[in-house]
């Protein structure tokens, strides 16, 4: 057995003293720089088009971190510091327990992260691929160092999630005890079982000091179905309206909206979501959705929309939300001679993306490896303030998608290729432009294949018809 010294020595390499900080909970803007639809990057909407309204055309305090030079790094933004080693991959419970005896710079008061915390260190310019060469992370990587999973190993490029210090209040994956991650390889927040029935889960850890106050919320109740959060400077709706909408809809209703007096409403960015989260409930274990009873929503089990699209697959066609319900998914535990059925799979307060359109009956069990559960038509709280500001963004082109040889990296290993590594990008340019049903055909080394353009989750694709089409030689 490793002793919590020498993974102390292991973990934390270098320190300096950072600044102090006098704010609360500032959130850092997720760096989103590009406008999309449905589908793909687009140009930016102008007000009143479809799609206006979106992360990118909003911007709040934008990431800044100084590197200190000897493997701490302080965010200028939240006052916090970070210690900037990766480290080693641990239990739960040795990973909380190596702070106590941290001495990074000569600081005795490290800590391991609240899932508040850590999500400040999330960028959405990230987007995992097929092959590590092809990704970028969901973390600045010139400031923090970064490991993919290892595949050699038989990991998934995304087995290389970050603890948190936040117990999910409740349990997942059939009855197992859980703690929220970051993965900062997908951009998701996820619970994860700190143990399994006897085998345990080790992921990385990430040290943190300064700024105690980060993460905790000041809500004031206006008296006008708004609630301010002295903490943050937001102002959101006290209640949603009751209704669910796709992610264009969702975007429209709130640029939209005039309501309390004020008409400079948005969709929340994801970041600007989660921070109203209350990691201290959750259905099981309070009755009541993860979030301040001060608000009300008119469903405990409910999904959120945010204005941020994730990177995930072969084209943005996914927007993230939070679960503030349990964060389903339609799961067999391994080792479980049970079929699957619908379980909380990774906790209410999870983070993770929904397809922006469609329809969600296509998703009979879910998507992904705990088959997570797709509705697209979600709930809406809107919110205004924080220093935010409509701008004009530069709409840098995101990275492309390459895809290749490595498959889905979502998938477990050796269980197959998805769209993303198995069907190329000219079955999805042959659709482009077109609705679900209509005609396509695709260019292959064989010849000229004829199909139909078929609606999936990753998009509109030209699935050639049954038994195979008819085929021209060129």
Same mark, same amino acid.
């Not at 850590?118 to 960028?123: A, K, Q, V």
């Not at 709706?237 to 975007?251: P, S």
């Not at 608000?295 to 409910?302: C, D, I, Q």
């Given at each position: 057995m490793i002793r919590i010294g020498v993974l102390s020595a292991l973990l934390c390499l270098f320190a300096l003293n950072g600044p102090a900080f006098g704010g609360s909970y500032p959130i850092v803007d997720t760096g989103q720089n590009g406008c999309f639809d449905n589908q793909s990057q687009a140009k930016c909407p102008q007000q009143g088009d479809s799609f206006n309204g979106q992360d990118s055309q909003y911007k709040g305090n934008v990431a800044r971190y100084r590197d200190n030079g000897d493997g701490t790094v302080s965010?200028?933004?939240?006052?916090?510091?970070?210690?900037?080693a990766r480290g080693y991959k641990l239990s739960w419970r040795t990973a909380v327990n190596g702070a106590q005896v941290c001495r990074v710079g000569g600081h005795d008061d490290w800590r391991a992260p609240?899932?508040?915390?850590?999500?400040?260190?999330?960028?959405?310019n990230g987007w995992v691929q097929g092959k590590t060469q092809d990704s970028v992370a969901f973390i600045d990587t010139r400031y923090f160092d970064f490991s993919w999973g290892n595949t050699r190993a038989g990991a998934r490029i995304i087995d290389c999630q970050d603890w948190s210090a936040t117990l999910y209040?409740?349990?997942?994956?059939?009855?197992?005890?859980?703690?929220?991650?970051?993965?900062?390889?997908?951009g998701r927040i996820k619970g994860y079982p700190t143990m399994d029935r006897g085998t345990r889960h080790d992921k990385y +850890?990430?040290?943190?000091?300064?700024?105690? =106050? *980060?993460? @905790?919320?000041?809500?004031?109740?206006?008296?006008?179905?708004?609630?301010?959060?002295?903490?943050?400077?937001?102002?959101?709706?006290?209640?949603?309206?009751?209704?669910?909408?796709?992610?264009?809809?969702?975007?429209?209703?709130?640029?939209?909206?005039?309501?309390?007096g004020r008409n400079?409403?948005?969709?929340?960015? +994801?970041?600007?979501?989660?921070?109203?989260? =209350? *990691?201290? @409930?959750?259905?099981?274990?309070?009755?009541s959705a993860a979030i301040d009873p001060i608000?009300?929503?008119?469903?405990?089990?409910?999904y959120f929309w945010s204005s941020t699209t994730h990177l995930d697959g072969p084209k943005p066609s996914h927007a993230a939300y939070v679960a503030f319900g349990r964060a389903m998914g339609y799961f067999a535990p391994p080792r479980s001679s049970a079929t699957k059925e619908l379980m909380d799979v990774h906790g209410a307060g999870a983070q993770r993306s929904d397809p922006k359109a469609g329809d969600p009956s296509r998703y009979s069990q879910g998507h992904g490896?705990?088959?997570?559960?797709?509705?697209?038509?979600?709930y809406v709280l809107c919110v205004s303030g924080g220093d935010v500001e409509y701008y004009e963004p530069s709409n840098d082109r995101i990275p492309e998608w390459k895809?290749?040889?490595?498959?889905?990296?979502?998938?477990p290993k050796g269980k197959g290729q998805s769209r993303r590594g198995g069907v190329p990008q000219e079955a999805f340019d042959a659709c482009n432009s077109k609705s679900s049903g209509s005609r396509c055909s695709v260019q292959t080394p064989r010849g000229t294949v004829s199909g139909i353009c078929v609606d999936t989750d990753e998009g509109i694709v030209c699935v050639p018809r049954k038994g195979g089409g008819r085929r021209s030689r060129q």
């Open positions: 965010d200028l933004v939240t006052g916090l510091m970070w210690v900037k609240t899932i508040k915390e850590l999500y400040s260190l999330m960028d959405f209040k409740g349990t997942t994956m059939g009855g197992s005890r859980t703690a929220f991650g970051v993965n900062f390889a997908d +850890i990430r040290y943190v000091r300064g700024n105690s =106050d *980060y993460g @905790r919320n000041d809500f004031v109740d206006n008296g006008n179905e708004t609630i301010s959060d002295k903490a943050t400077g937001l102002v959101w709706q006290k209640i949603d309206d009751g209704k669910t909408r796709n992610w264009e809809q969702a975007l429209s209703y709130c640029e939209d909206l005039t309501f309390a400079d409403w948005r969709l929340p960015n +994801i970041k600007e979501l989660q921070s109203i989260v =209350d *990691y201290s @409930r959750s259905p099981t274990a309070t009755g608000f009300g929503v008119t469903e405990v089990e409910s490896p705990q088959g997570d559960d797709i509705r697209i038509n979600n895809g290749g040889a490595g498959g889905d990296p979502n998938q």
